[in-house]
């Protein structure tokens, strides 16, 4: 493959281009980052955006490849990435940030919110339960994408919300709720529909109210289907793709009933720290929002938070990531120091690697790394 390489520090979180033509000044521990990252890229042939931030420091970029590879063209610091399963932590936010004004409550049974849903399932079921992916609900969602897959996807496409929601989010429950965790995409179609009917606004103003906007994720939108479909349109978006088959289609398409988002690695790490500064939760809120519910997957609302060593000493790590066929992210946030990483890629990677390189440059930005 070939390598399309720059570097960028940046004033805040936005690449810094003054120095004409140069590279700026690289601080002494951004020179050891930089030699771990372009280690790393050599070694996994990577393709993609990595992005280390200190408080109150310029942040570390490292943009490599491309970012369709039919047109060849390259990615910049801000080409929007696929979120996958971040679109969850999203999600939870928005939940919690109803929670903040009144309108929600975590333990309610959503019988309560969505009258018509079944009510022996809905008098069981609560936020707490499908935030966590402790429902109990069959992932009966995987059928609309095998019927798209099987040449059905202008049906798929027909389907309303309402209806995806009684055909693939309304299965008989496999256990207990709270019982036991189970990783089901049914459950997060079911929280868009459920926040759309409370509220009465559509779930992507609601995201953009309570997650872009106080973030000030500016990069950062949904879509419908694909990341040929942006809103707020955006032309550069990361295609995911297999070097081994050109052929091949790297991401995969999703029905207009489930919505997905794109974002960037500086966005990621700009919500990660309005989050922190209680610019989108209250305190109280915040808490509650980082304490983990299924202790085996580290899993908390929407996302997990995981207990790390670093330097020596174990810190709480908001460890997020997301994937939708090639593409993949991941975004590290150590809660007491604000040190963050950001890793995105259109091209296969291990997650594992990419948070272990994460912990790597953590440590070396604290001063105790290589």
């Known amino acids: 493959m070939t390598h399309i390489l720059t570097i960028a520090l940046a004033a805040g979180l936005a690449a810094c281009s003054a120095n004409t033509g140069s590279t700026p000044a ?15 890229v050599e070694a996994h042939d990577f393709n993609g955006v990595i992005m280390s931030s ?63 849903y079944r009510s022996d399932t809905g008098d069981q079921l609560t936020l707490r339960h499908i935030l966590s992916n ?38 008989d429950l496999g256990f207990e709720p709270g019982a036991q965790f189970d990783y089901v995409l049914s459950n997060w179609l079911l929280v868009q529909h459920l926040l759309e009917e409370v509220t009465g606004l559509p779930y992507p103003q609601l995201r953009a109210r309570f997650v872009f906007d106080p973030a000030q994720m500016r990069q950062s939108g949904g879509y419908l289907n694909d990341l040929f479909n942006t809103d707020p349109r955006v032309d550069d978006v990361a295609i995911g793709f297999d070097p081994g088959d050109p052929a091949g289609q790297g991401d995969y398409w999703s029905p207009s009933f489930f919505r997905g988002s794109y974002t960037t690695a500086a966005d990621m790490i700009a919500l990660e720290r309005a989050l922190a500064d209680g610019r989108v939760l209250s305190a ?50 150590d809660i007491q120091s604000g040190y963050a990483v950001a890793i995105m890629t259109n091209v296969d990677e291990s997650q594992g690697e990419m948070f272990a390189l994460s912990a790597r440059l953590m440590e070396t930005m604290m001063g105790c790394g290589e």
């Open 26 to 40: 690289v601080m002494a521990h951004d020179q050891a980052v930089d030699a771990i990252a372009r280690e790393w």
């Open 134 to 171: 402790q429902s109990g609900l069959p992932n009966d969602i995987l059928q609309a994408f095998r019927r798209a897959a099987n040449g059905e996807m202008e049906a798929v496409e027909a389907i309303r919300v309402p209806d995806a929601v009684s055909l693939y989010a309304s299965g």
């Open 284 to 333: 109280a809120r915040l808490e509650l929002f980082r304490t983990v519910q299924a202790p085996q997957q580290a899993y908390a609302f929407g996302g997990r938070y995981r207990d790390w060593e670093l330097c020596g000493e174990p810190r709480l790590v908001s460890t997020q990531s997301g994937s939708n066929g090639a593409s993949n992210m991941t975004s590290a946030f």
């Open 54 to 116: 200190a408080p109150g420091h310029p942040a570390y970029q490292l943009v490599v490849g491309v970012a369709d590879p039919d047109t060849a063209r390259p990615l910049t610091a801000d080409t929007a990435f696929q979120t996958g399963s971040v679109e969850k932590y999203f999600a939870a936010i928005v939940v919690f940030a109803l929670m903040d004004e009144g309108v929600l409550d975590i333990d309610t049974p959503i019988s309560a919110y969505l009258p018509d």
